[in-house]
């Protein structure tokens, strides 16, 4: 366990907080929370973890974008949590199980990764739970939670600890956001069927 850890997870609890809670802070916490935690995957080896810590990075800067042109502009329009077809989603979890084969393949090939299929996996999976995040689809959240717990399983084994118990409250935040957001989806029900 390093100082650099123990920022990592203060600023990336935090920020994943201030996200369920839509606080505009989340965006540059977040920041820092994934470029600390790119630089510890990347001495770690875990290759798919960094390139994701940094693809989070890209995504927090357009997310604070999108807020500060927002608040600007003055839209309070909030946050309309949806859902997506069952196709839509079978055919995306499809393609994120394909993509887990190709990645994990090129770690397995490739590099020192000593989880390649684990990492890769993960990591494909942590880009469509984001994907669903960015269309506000309320089960985004679930699929964080089966991720989260995968993930701190992981480090659990790998005997890193505190990035272990992170993962671990970040399931808890992401049991809350999934409450949050599917409370909020059925207030709006009539006006998205509308």
């Given at each position: 366990m390093s100082w650099l850890e123990i920022i990592g997870v203060i600023t990336n609890v935090l920020g994943v907080w201030l996200t369920v809670r839509r606080n505009m802070l989340c965006w540059p916490i977040g920041i820092v929370g994934v470029s600390v935690y790119c630089y510890q995957f990347l001495l770690w080896k875990l290759y798919s973890d960094t390139a994701l810590q940094a693809f989070y990075a890209v995504t927090l800067l357009y997310g604070w974008w999108v807020w500060c042109k927002d608040q600007h502009s003055g839209e309070q329009s909030g946050l309309v949590v949806t859902r997506a077809s069952y196709r839509r989603f079978g055919l995306e979890i499809i393609f994120t199980l394909a993509s887990?084969?190709?990645?994990?393949?090129?770690?397995?090939?490739?590099?020192?990764?000593?989880?390649?299929?684990?990492?890769?996996?993960?990591?494909?999976?942590?880009?469509?739970?984001?994907?669903?995040?960015?269309?506000?689809?309320?089960?985004?959240?679930?699929?964080?939670?089966?991720?989260?717990?995968?993930?701190?399983?992981?480090?659990?084994?790998?005997?890193?600890?505190?990035?272990?118990?992170?993962?671990?409250?970040?399931?808890?935040l992401a049991a809350y956001g999934a409450w949050q957001w599917k409370t909020e989806f059925q207030k709006n029900i009539p006006a998205v069927e509308g």
């Open positions: 887990t084969a190709c990645v994990g393949w090129v770690l397995a090939t490739f590099t020192d990764d000593p989880l390649p299929w684990g990492d890769a996996g993960l990591t494909c999976f942590s880009l469509l739970a984001s994907l669903w995040a960015s269309r506000r689809h309320w089960e985004s959240w679930v699929l964080w939670i089966v991720v989260d717990t995968l993930y701190a399983a992981l480090f659990f084994v790998r005997h890193d600890q505190l990035t272990a118990w992170l993962y671990v409250m970040f399931t808890v």
